[in-house]
Each structure stands twice: as structure tokens, then as C-alpha cells.
């Protein structure tokens, strides 16, 4: 069926250009149950809940007596939620109710949730158009429930935006506690409103001077009507040949006040006295600057009047503006001396339209679940800044698209992170490091051609692999494009965003798992060699053996294997001496890949665990990532080595070695959004070891991450560039053993 | 003394207009021995001290052991000459600033005098041709110092300094009464921006807060939005305007009020925001409307953030956006009572325009500790609040060339409160507030028109030995009239 709905396509790239025929735009129509729609003075928001179904590689242990090792995978049809909201200017209202209606197979949709200002005006045509009831729904209300749920689910939803900073935009960590905030929504006014949970919101205040009044008194002054062109006309302007200067009064600073001289002391107090004549730009710089500060010194006061330290800034006189998020920052920073940040959302557009959606869906309790942002099918934020990107800011005919995917399981905080609110998962952030950047991008860009191959040589009896693996290619690329112009466009870029956005991509075109079948030979091999490991390190002295184990866990990573000591980092001497200590009562192993890493390094390293009287949790990816083993893969080989082995055997059946799931399906590892099963595990079992391996989770992620507990981060670096930049040479070892000071205290 | 500074009269009306002779205006000036001078955007107030040489009637007893015959009176009674000190206030356009600085040097005669202390924005502009013109060097003295010490003056000396504006009250104004610790209060001072200044103590003041958005804003954005450059004339066409023909009101977007948020139909939504998506031309009036509540709202609503944030509820306004104008009183206090919930009222002051004119007067005459003293405002020499009200008045309208001017009396002695008063704060004398009665207020204005001649009678008849009694009796007499029917009109 999701095919079905893809057959339309004419195009490959994702342009979003209003010539893009529409089934591009609104996708999974068929399945789509779910309509909100929001709205504004020129913007129409459509939310809709649909399914995708899409191809999973599923693994399936065969029956112990046959040998037929080609039977092992399946790639099988699976079904998750999606949510799409689609933005769109309301001239397009027609063609897009029309579109929809021709599309719509569902007939179970009676409703369609509204909301915003023009909800009212257009809910004749809706309701003509579409036949469902128009359902109208509390546009603060929506607003906020919107609000909540992309601070919640978005990670890098909220950025700071600092104009002449390397990067324009400063994404903020996803706060496990979102409440209480301020949100301050200009519109054509100002609303202020305080947000202190779920439920409860207040509008605590407001004012009239808003983007109304900024377009409005824009186009009375400078008889420029379209509201973009007035902040355009203002980015252009110098507002001190409008505005009387503290300067101007004082020939200075008014210093026994702490008024600078450059401060604005009358705004339009020039054209009061002054009979010359005034640019359109100076009064539209004017203009813009008395609205920002007045409305920033509000924000200020209610923040300090209710004690409120975050304060997000959302409606149409901000949205995607650099200039008004500009002047906003600005005018916080002023009037809170730095104490407030002014805050902006990547999908502040979409707030009122989710909020509507989430309305009509409360029966399928969409709060319960966790969400992710599908970068392939998102068009991501864009840089609007009219230097930067002119041409970008003929937003008109553009259609903007977020999708989220419903993630099977709740994601929490692994319990044991030492700050929950400070932890950031990323090593470096690509956004702020422009050596950094260009040099992944290029790197990711070079191993597209290595992708798509091995995408293509994963199904050699499917239909149209080449022709998918093409489109792939065009799409990642398309990303990397955009992504090297708008670093910022999905949040912070790292590493795992790159990766994840890959392995989005390969599911898009539906390449769930590339490397099923390389994993399943390198599984096979290396099981054939697990026993022989174990004997030999039996034999081995208890002092030679923890060595081997520990180089065991790092040649999974890298065959070329010959590093001596010291290593880059290397702590074994440390992790030698807590090794003669009493034994962990229970360690959580973060496993990396499938075939030698997993079999040869990984199991006889948790053996060696678990006969100390250890307990071990192996965490592993939900869902295919590279080679990296899976979940479903890991049962299988734990079920193969058992019947080989009994310490593990054993251990399997006395619950002292547990598979979960970590919730991922990513390379690299964020420890903020786990499997809520792994965390309950965890605390069960007073986990006291944490075990990251492999350059993903332990290098590009957690590198700098502090746990409560104690930890092993182990990795080799097979990549010179980061070794370089780490100090050392391609194939370096990292191998780092902390214990966290409270526990040094306590063993003293 | 005080006699030759009249002798120059050739009207008896008190007439503002510049055609009035600048003796008539700069009284007492041959004793003036402190000047200070507060130059703002438009207006100059002049503060001088001087000294007050007037007849007083003595009583003395006899010698009780002389035996006096029979119908002999029980004292005597002597006219003598006595000093006062009093402090003379002079407004007036900057326009004037030459002329009136050229009559300042031929009459001053106290050569003791050095310095005249100097404030407001035009302070600078003018030094030199003040230093130029008097010989007198210019001292600086810091803006908002002033005004907060003129506040704090007049908030202690002057009964019903304070009032609330209610336009459609009986009275429009509502005097306050002196408040025996006039602190901690707010002032929000509308010039060309506004100055949020907290006030704690007679030193103890600060900035809070500010904005751009003030006086200079109205008239500025109101000069290009209809090409009106007079300030007054933007009030008046303010003043006849509709402003929800330009602004989005709620209901313009919701249909109605947004009920479950608070917010009525009438609110302004978003101020101008009509003209955002209309093409249609706005009339001048309803433009001048919409941006004077937009910005009285502004100023209103951080006005209260401020009140609330640093728990104050005694908030004054005042700067050349609210001086005497109707209109923005009314806007202004309309305002705080939607912010506020009727929590904090919006007070005005009535010498509000002097209060940089008589801080730097104070500051220059630290000395003489007139803040030891009290003072009492002398009614003769005051011009009073006018109503500058449009509708009541519109000929009042244009202020130009008009001097307005406060005189004070040094009192003798330092008055306080009655000891004994249950609450001196609520303490009204007056039993009857004639400002809030028409009818009594027409009894008693009749009564004592009817009564004036009988008054100037008795005044000629107990001086039968001065010089011209009869003369100055009907002085006196035409001054009262004109005072009264002065309070016919504007009561206040």
C-alpha cells in the first residue's frame, strides 16, 4: 500500500516547490486517520496520523539440526504510525482540500480537528470539500499542547540564535523536565503565557504591539505591504536616523542612570522634531527594534514577576526571521543582563496544528509513546537570514513537511547519567565546527557510492533495487547539501545525526538492513571459532587473561590489530587493579557489532563477568544500524553459544544475563532516549558497570558522558582524522576506565 | 520692594499671554538670590528665591500700669514692613529663552549671585548663551536628581499636589491628600521616552526600567503618519479619532470575546493591525487614537510589571506626554486600572511640569535647608492647573506663548500633623469638596462674588493713613474676581 501511494512520483529530489505534485507532499494518504488542521493569517498547518508500511529484515534462528544458512533472513512487512504535517500558504487551501479528498480511502474519518484564526472562515470549504465535520478546537489550548509535545519528543527542538556566532543556531538539550516555561506568541499581538504543566496554562499577559503592528504601521510608513519585504526593508535599515539616541539628548552616555549613549531613548523621537525626509529602511529598522525591545522588556518582566527562567518565543513575527529572533535575543539579553535566554523552536509553525491533532487523537494516547523526527521525510529548518540565503526568502509556493515516526517503545534517560539535564550524547558538534563539518561531510558523501552498492547487493531478488538505491543515493545527497549550506537544519549536526539520517534514507527507499546478509556470514564464522577463544583463554593466567579479554573486546573492532601501550587513552592498569577487587553486582554492555566483535570479543569477556558473579545486561540496537547486531540477531546467537557453552547457559537460565533493547536504531548511542524496559532493568538490578564499545557509542557519542557508576569506554580509531584530532594515529586505542568520585570516596 | 516690581503693570488681569510685560511674570527679582533653570524639548522653567518685603498688621499690648482713659483700646495696631521668603516658578516656550534672559540682567540686582543651576536636556544646548547673557556660570546638575527631588517637594509641601483623573466623573480630578511619608513611591516620567524610577528616600532613587516608547514616539511616528508636526494638534485630532477602525480588536478575529482566555470583543488585539491587510486610507484622527493607545497601554502595562514586581502602589506620572493633557491622563489611567484590576491608581501631580525647576533650585540651596522649612503655595501669585480639556475648553488648546507660574511662601514655622489625628492619612479638613459639588460650588461662588465688596469697603477703610488704599483695594478686588470666575470654570 505505501508503495501504491508512491507510484505517482515524477521526481526524485525532495524540492519543495509548489509544482511538486502533491502526493509527494501529503504522503500515506491512504492510510491517514487522523486530521488536524490549523489556520493562521497565511499559513494552513495539516497534521494527519497514518501508517507506513515498510520492509524490516527480520532474522529467524533455524531449527539446530538443519544447516542451511541462506534461510536465515526475511525481509517482511511491518507497519509503524506516522504523523505528517504539512505547511502550505493558504491560496493553496482548494487544490490541497481537493488533493486530499481524492486521496482519502479511509472512510472511518468523520472529523477533522481545526484550529486558528482562519478555522472559522474556511470551515464551510472544509467541510464541502472534505465532508468531515469541521470540529473546532481552543487555539491556546492547541498551542500549548503542541508546545509540550515537541520539547518533549525533538531533541534539539529549542536553539538559541546568536547572530554573529559561528553558528547562528544553538541547539539546547531536551530537558527531561520541560515545566514550567513562558511562551511568548507573537502573532498580529502578543500573547504571554505560562506554562506550568500538561494541563495548566495561563495567559498571564499580553500586549497590542505586535507583528500586526509591525506590518501594519510598516505599511502605513513605507507603503510596503507584504510583511517579508518590511523585514527585509528593516535588515537594510540603521534605525538611529529615526529613533532619538540617548546620545542625542545627553551629547553622551547618561552615566549616573547606566544609560549608554547608543541606547534608543525615543523610538521615532527624530521625526518628531526633524522635518527631513526618512528612508523606508530606517523607519522599518525603527520600527522593528521598538516592537522587539518592548516586547523583549515584557517577556523580561513576566519572567521575573512568575520566576520563570525559560522563555520560548514562537508566532509569525519570529518564525524562520532572523532578524526579529535577532532583535528579540537582543532585547532579552538587555533588559535580563544575560540571566534569560531567549528561546526559538524549530517547529514553533507547527505548534497549534499538533496541538489539534494531539486533541482528536487523546484516545490513542499519543503522550504514551515516544516520537522521533523522520529526517528523510522532514524538510528540516531553513536558514532564512536574508544574506545568507536570498533566494530563500521567496517562501512563497513552498511547502514545509515534518514527519515523526511513532518509535515502538518509550524512550527515558539511562537512570545512571550523572546530570540528565546537562548530558549532551554528541562528542563534537558539527554546527559549530566547521573543519569538522566539511570534513564529514565530504567523508560521508565519499562512502555514498560504497552505500548504495552494498544497498543493492543486500537484495538481489527484490524488484527495482538499482532503481532505489539510486533514489537513495539522490536523496542522502541532497541532504548533505542542504545540510552543508544549513548545518542547523535538523537541530545540531554531529556524526550520529549524518548517520541517522543515512539509515532514515536507506528505510525510506526501503533498504531496512544493507548489511543483514554480511552480518549473517561474519555471525556464522565467528561462532565456528567461540569455543576455541574460550579454551585458550582458559589456559591463560588470570592476569594474561583479563589482557586478552580486553584486546579481544577491541580487534572486533579493527583486524588490522597491533597498537601497543600505552594506548591513546588507557586505563587498563586501573581496570586490572578494581578487577582484583569484590565483583560488580551488575554490568550494562552496550554491544557494537555483529560477527568477531560480538562472538570472539563481547561473549568471552561477559563469560569472564559472570563467572566473577556478575550479572550482565547486553543492550543492543532495536533496529538495524550498519553491521551493528540487533536485538533479534543478538537472541539468536545467545541461544547458539549457549547451547555451546554452559557458563552462559546457565546464566541464561538463572536471569543473570538479560538481552534488552536499547530503543536505537542508530550507530551511535544517546543515552538520554532508552528503552524504558532497559532503564527499569537497570535499577533492578543496581547496575554498577556501564560498558560502551565501538567509535559510534563510545567515541562519537559518551565520550565526555559521566555516569553515576562505573564505566568502560573502548574503542579504535579507524579513522586518522579523528585520531589526529585526538592526538594520536589511525588505529589508536581508546580505552577508558572511570569511576565516579563518589564511589572513589566511598573505597577509601 | 516688592511694590516697584509691580509699579511696571499695565493690565490687572492675569492675562499669560507674551504680550504681557516680563515684570509682571519675574516677580521679586531685585531680591533673587538663587537661580536655577530646567530646559526640556519645548518649555523652560525658571526657579528663583527671593524675598518678599509686605505690610503686616501688629497688635501690641499697653502698659498695663499706665491708666488710660475710658474707650481706649485694648492694643494697639501698627502696619510694618516684614521679609518673607519665597521661591518663584516661571514656565514658559523655549522660544522665549532669549527675551526673557535679557529682562533676568537688566533686573538683577543682587550681585551675590554666581551660579544658576541648570538641568533638563536643553542645559546643554543653551549654556553658553545663558553664560553669555547672565554672567552667571552654569551648573549642571543631573536631570532625574532634580525631578525626584522637585517630586519629593512637592509631594511634602503642597496639599492636593496629587490627584486621579476621571473623565467621566463629576470632577475630573480627585485630589489626594498628603500622605504624612510620601515613600516609597513610583514615577513614570513620559518625555520623549519613559523613566521607570523607584523612589525610596529623599536620597535614595533608581532606574528600574524605561522605554523607547513615550511623548517622542506619539509625536514622531504621529508627524509621519499625518503629517501633523504640532504635538497638541496630534492630541486633539487623538482626541476625535476611533481607534478600532485601525486596530484588530479581538472580536475581529474571534468573532466575539476569546471567553475562555479573559480576553472581551473590545480588546485590542493587535495595535495598527488593520492596516496590515486593508488597502483602505485611514482617517488622521483614527491613526492618532490607535497609536495614542497604543502606547498609554504600553506605558500602563510595564508601569504595573513595575508597581507589582517591586511591590509599590503609589505610581506617578508625569513628563510633557501627560502634562495637563486630558487625554492622556485619561488614556494612562485607563490603562493601569485594566492592568492592575483598579489595584493601583494612576496619580498625576499638579506642579509636575517644575519638578526638574525646583530639584535644581533645592540643590543649589542646600544651604538655606528649605526642606527644614514648610512652604505654602500663594495662591495670588499661581496661575494654577488649567483644563486643558478639548471639549471644555478649546480655546486653552494652544498653549503657546503662555507663562505659567508657581510662588511659594517660606512659612515660619515647620507644621506637622495634629499629634492627636486617628488617621492622619485619611485627615480631610474640608467639609464640604465643592470640586465634586455644583451646587454648593455655585452657592459659594456666588456668595463670595456678592461679598467682595463689602470686603474692598473694609479693606480701603483700615488703611485710611497708607497711600493709594483705594487703589490697590480695587487691584484687589479685580484679582479675586478673576480668580473666581477662574474656579467657575475650572474648579480645580
Not at chain 1, 428 to 435: K, Y
Not at chain 1, 500 to 516: A, G
Request: glycine share 8%; with cysteine.
Amino acid at each position: 500500500m505505501a508503495d501504491c501511494a508512491r507510484k505517482g512520483r515524477t521526481r526524485d529530489s525532495m524540492d519543495k516547490s509548489i509544482t511538486l505534485p502533491p502526493d509527494e507532499i501529503f504522503r500515506n494518504l491512504e492510510n491517514a486517520k487522523r486530521f488536524a488542521i490549523d489556520i493562521g493569517g497565511s499559513l494552513t498547518k495539516l497534521a494527519y496520523y497514518s501508517t507506513v508500511q515498510h520492509k524490516v529484515a527480520k532474522v529467524r534462528s533455524f531449527d539446530h539440526t538443519a544447516k542451511d544458512v541462506s534461510d536465515l533472513i526475511s525481509v517482511q512487512e511491518e507497519i509503524t504510525a506516522r504523523l505528517h504535517f504539512i505547511k502550505f500558504e493558504n491560496t493553496y487551501i482548494e487544490t490541497c482540500l481537493d488533493f486530499i479528498k481524492d486521496h482519502l480511502v479511509n472512510t472511518e474519518t468523520k472529523v477533522i480537528k481545526a484550529t486558528g484564526g482562519g478555522a472559522y472562515k474556511f470551515k464551510e470549504l472544509i467541510e464541502k470539500k472534505l465532508r468531515l465535520k469541521v470540529d473546532k478546537e481552543d487555539e491556546m489550548t492547541c498551542l500549548i499542547k503542541g508546545c509540550n509535545f515537541v520539547l518533549r519528543n525533538i531533541p534539539h527542538e529549542a536553539f538559541v540564535y546568536a547572530k554573529h556566532a559561528d553558528s547562528e543556531f544553538r541547539f539546547q538539550n531536551t530537558h527531561p523536565d520541560i515545566f514550567p516555561y513562558l511562551l511568548i506568541n507573537i502573532g498580529s499581538g502578543v500573547s504571554i503565557v505560562k506554562v506550568e504543566s500538561e494541563d495548566k496554562f495561563e495567559r498571564i499577559g499580553g500586549s497590542s504591539i505586535g507583528g500586526g503592528t509591525f506590518w501594519g504601521l510598516g505599511a502605513l510608513l513605507t507603503k510596503t505591504k507584504r510583511f517579508d519585504e518590511l523585514l527585509q526593508l528593516a535588515s537594510r535599515g540603521q534605525h538611529s536616523s529615526v529613533d532619538m539616541l540617548v546620545k542625542d539628548i545627553y551629547g553622551g552616555a547618561y552615566s549616573s542612570l547606566g544609560l549608554t549613549g547608543d541606547l534608543i531613548a525615543s523610538s521615532f523621537g527624530k521625526s518628531a522634531t526633524t522635518d527631513k525626509e526618512f528612508s523606508k529602511e530606517d523607519m522599518a529598522k525603527s520600527l522593528l527594534h521598538m516592537i522587539s525591545n518592548d516586547i523583549g522588556q515584557l517577556a523580561c518582566l513576566y519572567a521575573r514577576l512568575h520566576n520563570l527562567s525559560r522563555v520560548y518565543f514562537g508566532g509569525f513575527f519570529i518564525r524562520g526571521h532572523p532578524v526579529t529572533m535577532h532583535t528579540i535575543t537582543y532585547s532579552i539579553n538587555f533588559f535580563t543582563k544575560g540571566e534569560v535566554q531567549a528561546l526559538f523552536l524549530r517547529h514553533e509553525g507547527y505548534l497549534g496544528a499538533i496541538g489539534a491533532f494531539l486533541k482528536g487523537a487523546e484516545e490513542d494516547n499519543p503522550n504514551q509513546y515516544s516520537w522521533g523526527e523522520n529526517y528523510a521525510g522532514s524538510s528540516g529548518l531553513m536558514s532564512v537570514s536574508p544574506d545568507l540565503n536570498p533566494m530563500q526568502r521567496a517562501r512563497s509556493g513552498t511547502f514545509d513537511m515534518l514527519e515523526m515516526d511513532r518509535l515502538e517503545r518509550q524512550l527515558v534517560n539511562l537512570p545512571l547519567l550523572q546530570d540528565p539535564s546537562s548530558y549532551v550524547p554528541d562528542t563534537v558538534d558539527l554546527t559549530e565546527d566547521a573543519l569538522a563539518r566539511e570534513y564529514w561531510l565530504s567523508c560521508f558523501e565519499d562512502a555514498l557510492d560504497g552505500v548504495v552498492k552494498r544497498a543493492v547487493a543486500s537484495q538481489p531478488d527484490l524488484p527495482q533495487a538499482a532503481e532505489r538505491a539510486e533514489k537513495f543515493r539522490q536523496k542522502y545527497l541532497h541532504k548533505l547539501q542542504t545540510l552543508r549550506h544549513q548545518p542547523f537544519a535538523y537541530g545540531s549536526l554531529t556524526v550520529r545525526s549524518l548517520l541517522d539520517t543515512r539509515e532514515h534514507c536507506l528505510n525510506e527507499f526501503n533498504f531496512p538492513d544493507p548489511y543483514s546478509k554480511v552480518k549473517q556470514k561474519e555471525n556464522d564464522v565467528a561462532l565456528k571459532y567461540f569455543q576455541k577463544v574460550v579454551m585458550s583463554l582458559e589456559k591463560l593466567s588470570w592476569e594474561q587473561r583479563q589482557f586478552a579479554l580486553v584486546k579481544g573486546l577491541l580487534a572486533g573492532n579493527v583486524f588490522d590489530w597491533g597498537a601497543k601501550r600505552p594506548w591513546l587513552v588507557d586505563c587498563y592498569n586501573e581496570w586490572l587493579e578494581r578487577l582484583k577487587g569484590p565483583p560488580h553486582k551488575c554490568a550494562l554492555f552496550f554491544v557494537d557489532n555483529s560477527g568477531i566483535d560480538i562472538i570472539l570479543g563481547v561473549f568471552p569477556f561477559v563469560r569472564e563477568l559472570l563467572c566473577r558473579g556478575t550479572e550482565v545486561v547486553l543492550a543492543s540496537n532495536s533496529g538495524p544500524a550498519l553491521n551493528d547486531v540487533t536485538n533479534s540477531e543478538l537472541q539468536i546467537l545467545t541461544e547458539r553459544i549457549a547451547a555451546m557453552d554452559s557458563v552462559i547457559q546457565t546464566a541464561l537460565k538463572e536471569d543473570k544475563l538479560t538481552l534488552v533493547q536499547s530503543g536505537s536504531s542508530s550507530p551511535c548511542l544517546d543515552l538520554s532516549r532508552l528503552d524504558k524496559a532497559l532503564a527499569t532493568v537497570v535499577l533492578e538490578r543496581h547496575t554498577d558497570l556501564v560498558v560502551i564499545e565501538g567509535m559510534g557509542r563510545a567515541i562519537h557519542t559518551n565520550y565526555y558522558a559521566m555516569l553515576n557508576c562505573e564505566s568502560l569506554k573502548l574503542a579504535v580509531i579507524k579513522n586518522s582524522w579523528l585520531a589526529e584530532r585526538l592526538g594520536g594515529k589511525i588505529f589508536s586505542v581508546v580505552f577508558k576506565y572511570e569511576v565516579p568520585f563518589k564511589s572513589q570516596e566511598l573505597k577509601q | 520692594m516688592a511694590d516697584c516690581a509691580r509699579k511696571g503693570r499695565t493690565r490687572d488681569s492675569m492675562d499669560k499671554s507674551i504680550t504681557l510685560p516680563p515684570d509682571e511674570i519675574f516677580r521679586n527679582l531685585e531680591n533673587a538670590k538663587r537661580f536655577a533653570i530646567d530646559i526640556g524639548g519645548s518649555l523652560t522653567k525658571l526657579a528663583y528665591y527671593s524675598t518678599v518685603q509686605h505690610k503686616v498688621a501688629k497688635v501690641r499690648s499697653f502698659d498695663h500700669t499706665a491708666k488710660e482713659t475710658e474707650g481706649d483700646p485694648l492694643y494697639e495696631i501698627s502696619v510694618q514692613e516684614e521679609i518673607t521668603a519665597r521661591l518663584h516658578f516661571i514656565k514658559f516656550e523655549n522660544t522665549y529663552i532669549e527675551t526673557c534672559l535679557d529682562f533676568i540682567k537688566d533686573h538683577l540686582v543682587n550681585t551675590e549671585t554666581k551660579v544658576i543651576k541648570a538641568t533638563g536636556g536643553g542645559a546643554y544646548k543653551f549654556k553658553e548663551l545663558i553664560e553669555k547673557k547672565l554672567r552667571l556660570k552654569v551648573d549642571k546638575e543631573d536631570e532625574m536628581t532634580c525631578l525626584i527631588k522637585g517630586c519629593n517637594f512637592v509631594l511634602r509641601n503642597i496639599p492636593h499636589e496629587a490627584f486621579v483623573y476621571a473623565k467621566h466623573a463629576d470632577s475630573e480630578f480627585r485630589f489626594q491628600n498628603t500622605h504624612p511619608d510620601i515613600f516609597p513611591y513610583l514615577l513614570i516620567n513620559i518625555g520623549s521616552g519613559v523613566s521607570i524610577v523607584k523612589v525610596e528616600s529623599e536620597d535614595k532613587f533608581e532606574r528600574i526600567g524605561g522605554s523607547s516608547i513615550g511623548g517622542g514616539t506619539f509625536w514622531g511616528l504621529g508627524a509621519l503618519l499625518t503629517k501633523t508636526k504640532r504635538f497638541d494638534e496630534l492630541l486633539q485630532l487623538a482626541s476625535r479619532g476611533q481607534h478600532s477602525s485601525v486596530d484588530m480588536l479581538v472580536k475581529d478575529i474571534y468573532g466575539g470575546a476569546y471567553s475562555s482566555l479573559g480576553l472581551t470583543g473590545d480588546l485590542i488585539a493587535s495595535s495598527f493591525g488593520k492596516s496590515a491587510t486593508t488597502d483602505k486610507e485611514f482617517s488622521k484622527e483614527d491613526m492618532a487614537k490607535s497609536l495614542l493607545h497604543m502606547i498609554s497601554n504600553d506605558i500602563g502595562q510595564l508601569a504595573c510589571l513595575y508597581a507589582r514586581l517591586h511591590n509599590l502602589s503609589r505610581v506617578y506620572f508625569g513628563g510633557f506626554f501627560i502634562r495637563g493633557h486630558p487625554v492622556t491622563m485619561h488614556t494612562i489611567t485607563y490603562s493601569i486600572n485594566f492592568f492592575t484590576k483598579g489595584e493601583v491608581q494612576a496619580l498625576f501631580l499638579r506642579h509636575e511640569g517644575y519638578l526638574g525647576a525646583i530639584g535644581a533650585f533645592l540643590k543649589g540651596a542646600e544651604e538655606d535647608n528649605p526642606n527644614q522649612y514648610s512652604w505654602g503655595e500663594n495662591y495670588a501669585g499661581s496661575s494654577g492647573l488649567m483644563s486643558v480639556s478639548p471639549d471644555l475648553n478649546p480655546m486653552q488648546r494652544a498653549r503657546s506663548g503662555t507663562f505659567d507660574m508657581l510662588e511659594m511662601d517660606r512659612l515660619e514655622r515647620q507644621l506637622v500633623n495634629l499629634p492627636l489625628l486617628q488617621d492622619p492619612s485619611s485627615y480631610v479638613p474640608d467639609t464640604v469638596d465643592l470640586t465634586e459639588d455644583a451646587l454648593a460650588r455655585e452657592y459659594w461662588l456666588s456668595c463670595f462674588e456678592d461679598a467682595l465688596d463689602g470686603v474692598v469697603k473694609r479693606a480701603v477703610a483700615s488703611q485710611p493713613d497708607l497711600p493709594q488704599a483705594a487703589e490697590r483695594a480695587e487691584k484687589f478686588r479685580q484679582k479675586y474676581l478673576h480668580k473666581l470666575q477662574t474656579l467657575r470654570h475650572q474648579p480645580l
